[in-house]
Protein backbone atom coordinates (compact mmCIF):
# COMPACT_ATOMS: atom_id res chain seq x y z
CA UNK A 1 0.00 0.00 0.00
CA UNK A 2 1.05 3.42 -0.60
CA UNK A 3 0.55 6.96 1.71
CA UNK A 4 -0.71 9.67 -0.72
CA UNK A 5 -0.51 13.36 0.11
CA UNK A 6 -4.63 14.97 -0.43
CA UNK A 7 -3.81 18.49 0.36
CA UNK A 8 -1.36 20.90 2.55
CA UNK A 9 0.47 18.69 4.56
CA UNK A 10 -2.12 17.07 7.62
CA UNK A 11 -4.19 14.77 5.12
CA UNK A 12 -2.84 12.01 3.67
CA UNK A 13 -4.79 8.53 2.25
CA UNK A 14 -3.85 5.45 1.53
CA UNK A 15 -3.68 3.68 -2.08
CA UNK A 16 -4.33 -0.14 -1.82
CA UNK A 17 -2.40 -2.30 -4.44
CA UNK A 18 -5.93 -3.75 -6.11
CA UNK A 19 -7.61 -0.35 -6.27
CA UNK A 20 -6.93 2.51 -8.95
CA UNK A 21 -7.42 5.09 -7.26
CA UNK A 22 -6.13 6.27 -3.50
CA UNK A 23 -9.23 5.94 -1.01
CA UNK A 24 -10.16 9.24 -0.62
CA UNK A 25 -10.44 10.17 -4.55
CA UNK A 26 -12.20 6.87 -5.16
CA UNK A 27 -14.84 7.47 -2.11
CA UNK A 28 -15.85 10.87 -3.95
CA UNK A 29 -15.97 9.26 -7.43
CA UNK A 30 -18.32 6.73 -5.74
CA UNK A 31 -20.79 8.47 -3.81
CA UNK A 32 -21.06 10.58 -7.28
CA UNK A 33 -21.91 7.17 -8.93
CA UNK A 34 -25.53 6.59 -9.99
CA UNK A 35 -25.19 3.35 -10.87
CA UNK A 36 -22.82 2.10 -7.72
CA UNK A 37 -25.40 3.87 -5.58
CA UNK A 38 -28.68 1.96 -7.09
CA UNK A 39 -26.73 -1.01 -6.53
CA UNK A 40 -26.09 -0.52 -3.33
CA UNK A 41 -29.25 0.75 -1.84
CA UNK A 42 -31.26 -2.08 -3.52
CA UNK A 43 -29.29 -4.50 -1.85
CA UNK A 44 -29.22 -2.60 1.49
CA UNK A 45 -32.85 -1.39 1.47
CA UNK A 46 -34.13 -3.68 4.52
CA UNK A 47 -31.46 -1.54 6.38
CA UNK A 48 -33.08 1.53 5.07
CA UNK A 49 -36.98 0.74 6.88
CA UNK A 50 -35.31 -0.80 10.03
CA UNK A 51 -35.81 2.20 12.25
CA UNK A 52 -32.25 3.16 12.82
CA UNK A 53 -32.68 5.61 9.83
CA UNK A 54 -36.05 7.28 9.23
CA UNK A 55 -38.40 4.89 6.44
CA UNK A 56 -36.43 6.19 3.45
CA UNK A 57 -37.11 4.49 -0.15
CA UNK A 58 -34.47 3.94 -2.23
CA UNK A 59 -34.62 6.80 -4.64
CA UNK A 60 -34.36 9.67 -1.96
CA UNK A 61 -31.79 7.28 -0.37
CA UNK A 62 -29.47 7.57 -3.57
CA UNK A 63 -30.65 11.18 -4.74
CA UNK A 64 -29.62 11.87 -0.24
CA UNK A 65 -26.72 10.35 -0.98
CA UNK A 66 -25.51 12.51 -3.67
CA UNK A 67 -26.58 15.65 -1.82
CA UNK A 68 -24.54 15.06 0.99
CA UNK A 69 -20.94 13.95 -0.82
CA UNK A 70 -21.69 17.02 -3.19
CA UNK A 71 -21.71 18.94 0.41
CA UNK A 72 -18.91 17.37 2.13
CA UNK A 73 -16.61 17.63 -0.86
CA UNK A 74 -17.78 21.75 -1.46
CA UNK A 75 -16.85 22.03 2.33
CA UNK A 76 -13.46 19.77 1.93
CA UNK A 77 -12.27 21.74 -1.41
CA UNK A 78 -13.05 25.14 0.56
CA UNK A 79 -10.77 23.55 2.95
CA UNK A 80 -7.89 23.35 0.67
CA UNK A 81 -7.95 26.56 0.03
CA UNK A 82 -7.09 27.87 3.68
CA UNK A 83 -3.73 28.25 5.22
CA UNK A 84 -2.25 25.74 7.45
CA UNK A 85 -3.72 26.34 10.76
CA UNK A 86 -7.07 27.00 8.67
CA UNK A 87 -6.41 23.43 6.94
CA UNK A 88 -5.68 22.23 10.80
CA UNK A 89 -8.76 23.19 12.63
CA UNK A 90 -10.99 22.33 9.91
CA UNK A 91 -9.54 18.70 9.73
CA UNK A 92 -10.25 18.39 13.71
CA UNK A 93 -13.90 19.73 13.00
CA UNK A 94 -14.80 17.29 10.72
CA UNK A 95 -13.30 13.53 12.32
CA UNK A 96 -14.41 12.67 15.50
CA UNK A 97 -12.86 9.82 17.44
CA UNK A 98 -14.59 6.20 15.72
CA UNK A 99 -16.43 4.85 19.20
CA UNK A 100 -17.47 8.47 20.39
CA UNK A 101 -19.08 9.39 17.30
CA UNK A 102 -21.25 5.91 16.58
CA UNK A 103 -22.59 6.63 20.00
CA UNK A 104 -23.69 10.55 19.09
CA UNK A 105 -24.47 8.85 15.57
CA UNK A 106 -27.55 6.47 17.60
CA UNK A 107 -28.75 9.91 19.54
CA UNK A 108 -28.53 12.33 16.71
CA UNK A 109 -29.44 9.85 13.55
CA UNK A 110 -32.84 10.17 14.02
CA UNK A 111 -32.72 14.03 14.29
CA UNK A 112 -31.51 14.84 11.26
CA UNK A 113 -32.46 16.61 8.10
CA UNK A 114 -30.47 14.84 5.52
CA UNK A 115 -29.66 11.42 5.87
CA UNK A 116 -25.87 11.29 6.92
CA UNK A 117 -24.87 8.06 6.42
CA UNK A 118 -21.14 8.96 4.46
CA UNK A 119 -18.56 8.09 7.06
CA UNK A 120 -14.59 8.81 5.70
CA UNK A 121 -12.26 6.19 8.14
CA UNK A 122 -8.93 7.87 9.54
CA UNK A 123 -6.09 7.16 11.49
CA UNK A 124 -4.79 10.03 13.28
CA UNK A 125 -1.28 9.89 13.81
CA UNK A 126 -0.69 13.03 15.61
CA UNK A 127 -2.56 16.14 16.34
CA UNK A 128 -4.23 17.30 13.45
CA UNK A 129 -2.44 14.72 10.90
CA UNK A 130 -4.86 11.97 9.16
CA UNK A 131 -4.42 9.03 7.05
CA UNK A 132 -7.52 8.15 5.42
CA UNK A 133 -8.04 4.47 5.33
CA UNK A 134 -11.47 3.95 3.68
CA UNK A 135 -15.35 4.34 4.42
CA UNK A 136 -18.07 3.59 3.55
CA UNK A 137 -22.66 4.03 3.63
CA UNK A 138 -23.11 3.49 7.09
CA UNK A 139 -26.40 2.05 7.61
CA UNK A 140 -26.18 0.67 10.88
CA UNK A 141 -25.55 1.05 14.03
CA UNK A 142 -22.55 -0.73 14.55
CA UNK A 143 -19.65 -1.79 11.96
CA UNK A 144 -19.77 -5.16 12.74
CA UNK A 145 -22.89 -5.78 11.51
CA UNK A 146 -22.61 -5.31 7.24
CA UNK A 147 -19.85 -6.81 6.00
CA UNK A 148 -19.01 -3.81 4.03
CA UNK A 149 -18.41 -1.80 7.39
CA UNK A 150 -16.68 -4.67 8.67
CA UNK A 151 -14.53 -4.74 6.13
CA UNK A 152 -13.63 -0.74 6.99
CA UNK A 153 -12.31 -2.00 10.29
CA UNK A 154 -9.88 -4.82 9.12
CA UNK A 155 -8.34 -2.00 6.50
CA UNK A 156 -8.02 0.20 9.35
CA UNK A 157 -5.92 -2.14 11.14
CA UNK A 158 -4.16 -3.23 8.12
CA UNK A 159 -2.88 0.33 7.89
CA UNK A 160 -2.13 0.72 11.55
CA UNK A 161 -0.17 -2.59 11.17
CA UNK A 162 1.80 -1.09 8.41
CA UNK A 163 2.71 2.53 10.05
CA UNK A 164 3.80 0.33 13.22
CA UNK A 165 5.92 -2.07 10.85
CA UNK A 166 7.62 1.66 9.23
CA UNK A 167 8.21 3.27 12.94
CA UNK A 168 5.57 4.79 13.61
CA UNK A 169 4.75 4.76 17.49
CA UNK A 170 1.68 2.82 18.38
CA UNK A 171 0.73 4.74 20.84
CA UNK A 172 0.37 7.73 18.98
CA UNK A 173 -2.16 6.04 16.24
CA UNK A 174 -5.91 6.47 16.78
CA UNK A 175 -9.12 5.69 15.15
CA UNK A 176 -11.30 8.17 13.39
CA UNK A 177 -14.38 8.71 11.40
CA UNK A 178 -15.69 11.76 9.99
CA UNK B 1 13.92 12.93 17.47
CA UNK B 2 11.96 12.10 14.14
CA UNK B 3 8.12 13.07 14.96
CA UNK B 4 5.90 10.80 13.01
CA UNK B 5 4.47 13.28 10.89
CA UNK B 6 8.33 12.97 9.66
CA UNK B 7 8.16 9.39 9.43
CA UNK B 8 4.85 9.63 7.72
CA UNK B 9 6.42 11.68 5.09
CA UNK B 10 9.46 9.60 3.82
CA UNK B 11 6.29 7.11 3.53
CA UNK B 12 4.89 9.57 1.31
CA UNK B 13 4.49 8.66 -2.42
CA UNK B 14 5.60 11.68 -4.98
CA UNK B 15 2.38 11.41 -6.92
CA UNK B 16 -0.57 13.81 -4.89
CA UNK B 17 -4.02 12.43 -4.05
CA UNK B 18 -6.23 13.10 -7.83
CA UNK B 19 -9.28 14.21 -5.64
CA UNK B 20 -8.65 17.88 -5.90
CA UNK B 21 -8.18 18.04 -9.20
CA UNK B 22 -11.37 16.07 -10.04
CA UNK B 23 -13.61 17.78 -6.99
CA UNK B 24 -12.84 21.18 -8.59
CA UNK B 25 -13.69 19.84 -11.94
CA UNK B 26 -17.27 18.65 -10.24
CA UNK B 27 -17.94 21.57 -8.53
CA UNK B 28 -17.26 23.86 -11.82
CA UNK B 29 -20.02 21.61 -13.69
CA UNK B 30 -22.31 20.97 -10.65
CA UNK B 31 -25.42 22.17 -12.08
CA UNK B 32 -25.62 20.15 -15.00
CA UNK B 33 -23.82 16.96 -13.16
CA UNK B 34 -26.71 17.26 -10.93
CA UNK B 35 -29.56 16.45 -13.50
CA UNK B 36 -27.27 14.02 -15.43
CA UNK B 37 -27.00 12.27 -12.11
CA UNK B 38 -31.37 12.51 -11.48
CA UNK B 39 -31.54 11.07 -14.99
CA UNK B 40 -29.39 8.28 -14.43
CA UNK B 41 -30.88 6.98 -11.06
CA UNK B 42 -34.53 7.37 -13.30
CA UNK B 43 -33.02 5.14 -15.85
CA UNK B 44 -31.70 2.40 -13.47
CA UNK B 45 -34.53 2.64 -11.43
CA UNK B 46 -36.67 2.25 -15.08
CA UNK B 47 -34.04 -1.12 -16.25
CA UNK B 48 -34.55 -2.64 -13.20
CA UNK B 49 -38.54 -2.47 -13.07
CA UNK B 50 -38.54 -3.66 -17.03
CA UNK B 51 -36.08 -6.07 -16.74
CA UNK B 52 -38.34 -8.88 -15.29
CA UNK B 53 -41.17 -8.05 -17.62
CA UNK B 54 -39.38 -7.33 -21.11
CA UNK B 55 -34.86 -8.01 -20.49
CA UNK B 56 -34.33 -4.25 -20.24
CA UNK B 57 -30.70 -4.33 -19.48
CA UNK B 58 -27.58 -1.86 -20.24
CA UNK B 59 -26.85 -3.88 -23.09
CA UNK B 60 -30.39 -4.03 -24.76
CA UNK B 61 -30.59 -0.02 -24.49
CA UNK B 62 -27.49 0.32 -26.23
CA UNK B 63 -28.39 -1.94 -28.80
CA UNK B 64 -31.86 0.00 -29.13
CA UNK B 65 -30.24 3.74 -29.46
CA UNK B 66 -27.25 2.41 -31.75
CA UNK B 67 -24.80 3.27 -29.50
CA UNK B 68 -22.12 1.42 -27.46
CA UNK B 69 -22.50 -0.35 -23.83
CA UNK B 70 -19.91 1.51 -22.72
CA UNK B 71 -21.65 4.94 -23.77
CA UNK B 72 -24.60 3.68 -21.62
CA UNK B 73 -22.52 3.04 -19.14
CA UNK B 74 -21.11 6.26 -18.62
CA UNK B 75 -24.70 7.50 -19.12
CA UNK B 76 -25.91 5.50 -16.30
CA UNK B 77 -23.26 6.98 -13.80
CA UNK B 78 -24.55 10.30 -14.02
CA UNK B 79 -21.41 11.52 -15.58
CA UNK B 80 -22.40 12.40 -19.01
CA UNK B 81 -23.59 15.95 -20.41
CA UNK B 82 -26.78 14.19 -21.97
CA UNK B 83 -28.16 15.83 -25.02
CA UNK B 84 -31.43 16.64 -25.24
CA UNK B 85 -31.62 14.25 -28.47
CA UNK B 86 -30.30 11.47 -26.23
CA UNK B 87 -32.86 12.02 -23.58
CA UNK B 88 -35.18 11.65 -25.83
CA UNK B 89 -34.30 8.65 -27.71
CA UNK B 90 -33.71 7.09 -24.11
CA UNK B 91 -37.45 8.71 -23.42
CA UNK B 92 -38.84 6.72 -26.38
CA UNK B 93 -37.23 3.59 -25.76
CA UNK B 94 -38.18 2.92 -22.14
CA UNK B 95 -41.32 4.54 -22.53
CA UNK B 96 -41.25 7.11 -19.78
CA UNK B 97 -40.31 10.82 -19.04
CA UNK B 98 -37.18 11.92 -17.87
CA UNK B 99 -37.54 15.80 -18.21
CA UNK B 100 -40.38 18.26 -18.53
CA UNK B 101 -40.55 22.24 -19.58
CA UNK B 102 -41.72 23.71 -16.06
CA UNK B 103 -44.02 26.42 -16.87
CA UNK B 104 -44.60 25.30 -20.67
CA UNK B 105 -46.57 22.71 -20.03
CA UNK B 106 -48.98 24.74 -17.88
CA UNK B 107 -49.54 27.90 -20.52
CA UNK B 108 -52.48 28.10 -22.33
CA UNK B 109 -52.71 29.33 -26.34
CA UNK B 110 -56.01 31.45 -26.19
CA UNK B 111 -58.03 32.20 -29.13
CA UNK B 112 -56.99 29.38 -31.68
CA UNK B 113 -59.58 29.51 -34.59
CA UNK B 114 -59.56 25.67 -36.22
CA UNK B 115 -60.24 25.46 -39.85
CA UNK B 116 -63.43 23.29 -40.26
CA UNK B 117 -62.93 19.62 -39.20
CA UNK B 118 -59.36 19.79 -38.73
CA UNK B 119 -57.80 17.58 -35.71
CA UNK B 120 -54.18 17.45 -34.69
CA UNK B 121 -53.10 13.74 -35.65
CA UNK B 122 -51.02 11.73 -33.03
CA UNK B 123 -49.43 8.57 -33.49
CA UNK B 124 -51.59 7.13 -30.21
CA UNK B 125 -54.63 9.64 -30.16
CA UNK B 126 -56.32 12.12 -32.15
CA UNK B 127 -57.10 15.92 -30.39
CA UNK B 128 -59.70 18.04 -31.64
CA UNK B 129 -59.13 21.73 -31.72
CA UNK B 130 -60.93 23.81 -29.56
CA UNK B 131 -61.11 27.30 -29.11
CA UNK B 132 -58.74 26.81 -26.15
CA UNK B 133 -56.01 24.87 -26.39
CA UNK B 134 -54.28 23.69 -23.39
CA UNK B 135 -50.52 22.93 -24.33
CA UNK B 136 -50.07 19.76 -21.30
CA UNK B 137 -52.53 18.21 -24.00
CA UNK B 138 -49.23 18.09 -25.86
CA UNK B 139 -46.76 17.85 -23.74
CA UNK B 140 -48.23 15.12 -21.59
CA UNK B 141 -48.00 12.83 -24.37
CA UNK B 142 -46.04 9.55 -22.61
CA UNK B 143 -44.31 6.90 -25.47
CA UNK B 144 -46.36 3.64 -24.66
CA UNK B 145 -44.18 1.26 -23.04
CA UNK B 146 -45.09 -1.91 -24.75
CA UNK B 147 -44.24 -5.32 -22.60
CA UNK B 148 -43.85 -7.33 -25.59
CA UNK B 149 -40.43 -6.15 -26.36
CA UNK B 150 -41.09 -3.33 -28.84
CA UNK B 151 -40.53 0.27 -27.70
CA UNK B 152 -41.81 3.80 -28.08
CA UNK B 153 -44.62 4.79 -30.56
Known amino acids: ?178 | MTSALDKLKQLESKETSSWLEEATVRQANKAWRRLSFQIAVRILREIRMQNPVNGMTQKVLAEAMGVSPQYVNKVVKGKENLTLETISKIEVILGTRFIEIIGVASAKVENVEPASGESVCRRDAQVSLKKTIQLTEYFEYEPEYQPNGTYGY
Open chain 1, 1 to 178: MEIVPIFGEYLKAIKYPYEEKDEFARLFELWQDAEYLEEFFEFHKADLTSGFWDDIDVNSAILETYDYAEIFEQRLCELSSQSSKGVKSGLDKIFKPLHDSQTQVISLGKSKAKQNWLRIYALRIESNVYVITGGAIKLTRTMQEREHTNRELERMEAVRNFLIQHGIDSNTIESFES
